[in-house]
């Protein structure tokens, strides 16, 4: 177990939904980070918040947004959602959000959109 | 842009022989370059990194070397075992040093 908590770990919806993903990161980690990961793919780098801000953006879309809260929780949101959004979404916590700090990986939720 | 190329996208060795993954970045002033293993249906978990001082780093049967005039680095796994058997992800450090970029991931396969 990482200490990364992730929920839901499954959600099941249909296209043109909107659905909230949460998590809550290691005890003492600022940094939050979300990735998401088609079926057989890599690892595809969303967003960075440290501290409850954005610190880094990779290829989010304009679809999805993010916030950190002052818990230092952290939600995805993703809306209008499409086929090609199913995949596992993944939140790693980390330190302070350096890049040569090591990132926690929660479980994942796993996205079908039917 | 900043960009890791990492290969093979598929490896099948046989048990006990040896692996090497190999990762190329485009950027000089990366300088931190982990290593992540992702068992099937598990979450990835950092087995190794290597930072730019560095030439070499060996932890049991898994090392990893750098050669930053190249600007490629390298997973070995020695004496390969079932357990082996996953997706391994290597990063770079980007210029920023607040984010990594991930190459497409290795998989390992191991034959018995």
């Known amino acids: 177990d990482s200490g990364v908590t992730q929920t839901p770990k499954h959600l099941i919806t249909a296209t043109g939904q909107r659905v909230t993903l949460r998590c809550s990161p290691r005890s003492g980690d600022l940094s939050v980070y979300w990735y998401q990961q088609s079926l057989d793919q890599g690892l595809q780098f969303l967003i960075q918040y440290y501290n409850g801000e954005e610190r880094a953006k990779g290829n989010i879309l304009e679809r999805f947004s993010a916030q950190q809260f002052p818990d230092l929780h952290s939600e995805l949101n993703l809306s209008s959602l499409e086929l090609g959004d199913s995949a596992l979404y993944f939140c790693a916590s980390s330190v302070d959000g350096g890049a040569k700090n090591i990132q926690y990986f929660g479980a994942g939720t796993r996205l079908s959109v039917l | 842009g900043e960009n890791v190329e990492q290969h093979p996208s598929t490896l099948s060795v046989q048990e006990g022989d040896s692996a090497v993954i190999k990762c190329t970045y485009s950027d000089s002033a990366s300088n931190y370059f982990p290593w992540y293993k992702q068992e099937l249906g598990k979450r990835p978990q950092l087995i190794i990194d290597?930072?730019?001082n560095v030439g070499e780093k060996k932890d049991q049967r898994i090392a990893v070397t750098l050669n930053k005039t190249a600007k490629h680095f390298s997973l070995h796994i020695t004496e390969t075992q079932p357990e082996d058997s996953a997706v391994y992800f290597c990063a770079a450090s980007s210029k920023s040093n607040y984010q990594l970029i991930w190459g497409a991931g290795t998989k390992l396969i191991i034959k018995p």
């Open positions: 290597i930072r730019s």
